[in-house]
């Protein structure tokens, strides 16, 4: 089993920046996908989540969201089994609660989020 815990959320204001850290219980041997979706007032229904950044492939790919590229920074420290998620230049659309996934062998694990609020 894998148990995903998030922390880092805060309220900011519009320009201000913050780091996510998605802590992996067990071992990381066997995950593929690294990811952080967004589930925040834009994405309207429950079940709607946006995928904000993936390592994907083993680390080899990266992917961003269309908005966050150039502002956000996915990264992974396996020794310490976290995840990272690096935050720029925050603007009030980037609010909502962030979870982390992961992907091992074929098996999907979610946390339970962490909430990020930027205000004006």
């Known amino acids: 089993q894998v148990q995903l815990v998030e922390s880092g959320g805060a309220v900011v204001q519009a320009g201000e920046s913050l780091k996510l850290t998605c802590a992996i219980s067990g071992t990381s041997y066997g995950i593929n996908t690294m990811s952080w979706f967004r589930q925040g007032p834009r994405e309207q229904h429950e079940d709607q989540r946006y995928l904000v950044a993936a390592l994907e492939d083993f680390g080899k790919k990266t992917y961003y969201g269309d908005s966050v590229k150039g502002r956000f920074t996915i990264s992974a420290n396996t020794t310490k089994n976290e995840v990272y998620l690096n935050m720029a230049r925050l603007t009030p659309d980037d609010t909502g609660v962030y979870r982390c996934?992961?992907?091992?062998?074929?098996?999907?694990?979610w946390g339970q989020g962490t909430q990020v609020t930027v205000s004006e």
């Open positions: 996934y992961v992907r091992k062998w074929y098996s999907d694990y």
